[in-house]
């Protein structure tokens, strides 16, 4: 599988407009300006296929990104945006849930961290929800350029403890292009299942 022929497919404002439920998908998770989109186009090889923001909350739709056919990136809308309402808050939530749920293409998902702040109250709602469907997780500390290598170890050490067995974990920097072949061949892994 070449990632760096990754293609956008379609942004969907709610599950009903995802594209047909046929295939393979890995869908990218996690806070508000962590790091998902960054991380897609570090992963694909590809400058502007995820769109990335300084201002969080950019990311608002479900976003389908074809790796080839029937074998789908897609970035999810971050959670935990200060500025955001509750209604529009919930609604992502929702849209969330909705698609983790419901999507059979579903084989995995990537949560992405940032390293600095480790795992977070709206992170451990997410892993609530998530685990008990007994799916695939793999975790990316993103950002890990932010911090010296003793710091990285640490905040590594933490969330593997929290997650214990539940869930594989993996430094990555889109600045460094660091963990980039890990967590490519987590995603084949997965694609695969
Ligand atoms: N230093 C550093 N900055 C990063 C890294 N990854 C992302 N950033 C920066 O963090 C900010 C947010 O990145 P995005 O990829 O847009 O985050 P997101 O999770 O997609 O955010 P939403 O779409 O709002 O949910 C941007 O300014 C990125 O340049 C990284 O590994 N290292
Ligand atoms: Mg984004």
Redesign the pocket.
């Known amino acids: 599988m070449n990632f760096n022929k990754t293609k956008f497919m379609k942004s969907a404002s709610n599950i009903s407009e995802s594209p047909e439920d046929i295939g393979a998908e890995v869908a990218f998770v996690?806070r508000?300006?962590?790091?998902?989109?960054?991380a897609i186009n570090v992963i694909t090889n590809q400058k502007n296929l995820a769109r990335?923001?300084?201002t969080?909350?950019?990311?608002q739709l479900i976003n389908f990104f074809e790796i080839e056919e029937k074998k789908r990136l897609v970035d999810l809308?971050?959670y935990g945006?200060a500025k955001t309402s509750k209604k529009q808050q919930k609604e992502w939530g929702f849209m969330i849930s909705e698609y983790v749920k419901y999507r059979h293409t579903l084989r995995g998902i990537i949560l992405?961290i940032d390293i600095r702040r480790g795992i977070m109250e709206l992170d451990h709602a997410f892993l609530n929800f998530y685990l008990p469907l007994n799916k695939p997780l793999h975790i990316l500390l993103?950002?890990s350029?932010?911090l010296k290598k003793q710091a990285c170890r640490k905040s590594f050490d933490s969330v593997r403890s929290i997650v214990d067995s539940v869930a594989s974990v993996q430094l990555?920097?889109?600045?460094k292009k660091s963990g980039t072949e890990e967590a490519k061949a987590k995603i084949l892994e997965l694609l695969k299942s």
């Open positions: 996690g508000s300006n962590s790091g998902k989109s960054s990335i923001s300084k969080p909350g950019r990311t809308p971050g945006y992405i993103t950002k350029d932010k990555f920097s889109s600045l």
